[in-house]
């Protein structure tokens, strides 16, 4: 949603326009409704205003009680923060060039990004930790690259990213999702653009032959095991709470290539597949292949026909957006309309009725559409059965409560809105404490806006996104921190303090840089022991030991148009005692942090004296921590 960076949305748009008339109206009817209670349209509240409250407030020294995992969006990265002090603890390179770690640099982290490591951006949009029986379970983070159509993973006890996978047969991938029960085994990547399949050159200009579809991955593997090709595009994902299924929103129904096509239809769809019968079909053999990629593609197409064996298409007011699943049981999810001012909740057991034969229209898996507001976006959950849905052109946060909602759309007359709150300003995505897992505990709620306008001292034509916190503990939500962000957070989620259980010091048989331990050994070194250059014809491997404030090696002799390869291993054992390696004049910087071994691999194309120095302040005499690479000409 990061394309509307103006608040009039596309004046220019005689079909927007249009729209927002029609359904300006409906909200304004909806918000008079909601403020006919007394006290649900609020301006917004300042931390101080309600630092009454403080239980939030943490306290310089003090710990935070959750962590925090944000996307980077167009930065490729992904960040850590603490929660609910909003304080940044740690940037994640991933599908990014990073020159403070080395990231893009070093022989270990090119083997991760592979043969994308041409490629210095990426765009992540929905970080998701891996879960056991829907708990986090600490294991991985996955996060998408919508730029370059790829899948990310992190480890979480390094807190590095180990794989990157690129998805062949789709264009961008959106939408990640991870299985919730028993555990994460597979992660569901949902392609949003639609291409000719195979993308060869073949019906460029035949938009009714464009596809996307839906990609599962092995989680321990990150082995692509099979693909579903839908109709329309993808956006978000979610899965249910049983293992059973995995559903996608589509805005683009009508197959558009344009903003204006794309906005035609008056109702797009949720597309459900079912995991098990995907797999009973690729068992048996009954799927194709595109182009010379070898994945088994499955057929989920036939949106007319309501679905396939695979699918069932589910139709959603005008161009949907967010899919979430309700904690902590996963009975519901909730779609949001983005130019309908609906959330559309289903509940899975009704997919289960589908996909038994039960039901005759997808649409009797819908059990409430709540209006919520304008510019419904995404939706996050309480432990006391409320929902929070993001409003973009509304600017704020509305809590509804999920039963009344359903009471309603039996017709009750009930309101089910219960709390309204100004977020500033725009809001795109927003989630609450533990929101998508089991131990949803309704305390925190980070609002991603996408504006911040007059909230902080201006920094020229482009100002900081702000990510706020709300406190949603009690009946009335209370916004308790701006915390502005570099472009461009769109999602993130939170994981209690205990959940993670991060390493201190590197292991000496970390995978990371094995590969880099066998090159060693094969040249006879013991790199917790050795100083020593090793030549190989106009091959040179430099290994040396790092102790604060020392190199273990001060000097090293090569020739002009060596390849050397640098391996430098931190023999310190305290946690935080990193060393950096930089090579002046050679774009050459890289961290190594206690008991990891780092390499990087150059040309010595430049005669002469050549320092190279520590670029973590280690030690009182960090400065000194310096040597010398000769090149003979
Ligand atoms: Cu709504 Cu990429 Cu999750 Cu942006 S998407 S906001
Ligand atoms: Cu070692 Cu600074």
């Given amino acids: 949603m990061k394309d509307h960076k103006d608040d009039s949305m596309e004046p220019s748009s005689p079909g927007r326009r249009r729209f927002l008339g029609a359904t300006a109206a409906v909200g304004i009817v909806s918000a008079a409704g909601a403020t006919g209670a007394g ?106 690259d919508k730029a370059n159509t790829r899948v990310g993973r992190i480890r979480l006890d390094i807190m590095r990213t180990d794989k990157i996978v690129t998805i062949p047969n789709v264009q961008s991938i959106h939408g990640l999702t991870l299985q919730r029960v028993p555990k994460t085994e597979r992660v569901f990547a949902a392609g949003e653009m639609i291409i000719p399949t195979p993308n060869d050159g073949r019906d460029l200009d035949d938009p009714s032959k464009y596809w996307t579809l839906m990609s599962c991955l092995d989680a321990e593997t990150m082995e692509i095991k099979w693909q579903v090709i839908v109709d329309g595009n993808m956006d978000n994902c979610d899965t249910d709470y049983a293992g059973k299924y995995v559903g996608a929103t589509c805005y683009n129904s009508s197959r558009g290539v344009t903003l204006q096509e794309m906005m035609g239809p008056e109702r797009d769809w949720a597309v459900i597949f079912n995991v098990a019968r995907i797999e009973e079909a690729v068992a048996a053999g009954d799927y194709f292949t595109i182009g010379d990629s070898e994945i088994p593609v499955v057929d989920g197409r036939g949106a007319e026909q309501n679905g396939s064996k695979y699918t069932v298409y589910i139709p959603i007011p005008r161009n949907p957006h967010g899919f979430n699943t309700s904690p902590p049981d996963g009975k519901y999810f909730v779609v949001s309309g983005k130019l309908s001012p609906t959330c559309t909740v289903v509940e899975w057991a009704k997919v289960d009725d589908w996909f038994d034969g039960k039901l005759d229209d997808p649409r009797e898996t819908v059990v409430a559409e709540p209006e919520v507001g304008l510019g419904p976006l995404h939706t996050t959950f309480d432990n006391r059965g409320n929902a929070y849905t993001s409003l973009f052109l509304d600017s704020q946060v509305v809590k509804w409560n999920i039963a009344d909602a359903i009471r309603s759309y039996n017709g009750s007359d009930v309101n089910y809105i219960r709390d309204r709150i100004d977020v500033h300003y725009q809001i795109g995505h927003l989630k609450a404490s533990l929101a998508c897992s089991r131990d949803v505990d309704g305390k925190y709620l980070s609002a991603l806006s996408k504006f911040s306008k007059d909230r902080f001292l201006s920094v020229g034509p482009m100002h900081p996104e702000n990510d706020q916190l709300i406190d949603i503990s009690g009946d009335r939500m209370t916004l308790v921190h701006d915390g502005p962000t570099y472009a461009e957070p769109h999602d993130a989620l939170m994981v209690r303090a205990d959940q993670l259980n991060p390493m201190k010091v590197y292991k000496r048989d970390d995978p990371f840089f094995a590969e880099t331990v066998e090159m060693a050994k094969a040249d006879g070194i013991t790199l917790e022991r050795d100083n020593k250059v090793i030549r190989d014809g106009n091959k040179v491997r430099v290994y040396m030991t790092s102790v604060a404030p020392n190199f273990g090696m001060t000097e090293f002799r090569v020739k002009q148009g060596d390849e050397v390869t640098i391996v430098v291993t931190n023999l310190d054992t305290i946690e935080d005692v990193s060393h950096g390696f930089a090579l002046v004049n050679h774009g050459i910087n890289f961290e190594i942090h206690p008991q990891q071994t780092s390499s990087v691999t150059f040309v010595a194309d430049k005669p002469g004296v050549h320092w190279y120095y520590c670029s973590w302040f280690c030690h009182a005499l960090h400065m000194e921590m310096s040597g010398r690479m000769l090149v003979e000409a």
């Fill in 39 to 144: 006290m649900l349209v609020r301006s917004g509240e300042t931390a101080a205003a309600s630092a009454g409250g403080a239980s939030h407030s943490v306290k310089p020294g003090e710990l935070d009680e959750y962590y925090g995992f944000w996307s980077g969006g167009h930065s490729g990265e992904v960040r850590i923060f603490g929660i609910p002090s909003m304080r940044e603890l740690l940037r994640i390179p991933v599908f990014n060039f990073d020159s403070a770690t080395g990231w893009g640099i070093t022989n270990e982290s090119k083997r991760v990004l592979g043969d994308n490591g041409g490629f210095l951006n990426g765009d992540t949009h929905h970080p998701k930790v891996s879960y056991t029986d829907a708990r986090y379970d600490g294991r991985w983070c996955f996060i998408n």
